[in-house]
C-alpha cells in the first residue's frame, strides 16, 4: 500500500517516499512533505548540476551547496 502525503512542491496529494532518502532533520522534512515524483525531479536536476559544474561530492564544500540547492529546489519552488 502506498504511502500518500501532502506534497509541498506539487501542492498536491501524491504518493509519498517508502523511506528516508536523507538523513536528519532535513531528511524527515523530505519523508513528511516530499513526494516520490518530486523527489525523482530533484534527483535529476541535482544529476544535472553536478555534472554542469563539476561537482566533487567527496568536498564538505560541494556537499554544502548542493543541500542548499536541494532546500531551494524542493521548498521555496523559485528555482
Avoid at 6 to 25: A, D, I, M, S
Avoid at 74 to 79: A, C, G, M, T, V
Amino acid at each position: 500500500m502506498t504511502r500518500k502525503i501532502y506534497c509541498y512542491f506539487f501542492k498536491k496529494k501524491l504518493n509519498g517516499l517508502k523511506f528516508q532518502v536523507y538523513p536528519g532533520k532535513l531528511g524527515k522534512k523530505i519523508y513528511n512533505n516530499i513526494s516520490k515524483k518530486a523527489w525523482k525531479k530533484w534527483i535529476t536536476k541535482q544529476t544535472k548540476l553536478i555534472n554542469e559544474n563539476k561537482l566533487n561530492m567527496m568536498h564538505l564544500s560541494n556537499q554544502k551547496k548542493i543541500k542548499k540547492k536541494m532546500k531551494k529546489f524542493l521548498f521555496k519552488k523559485n528555482f
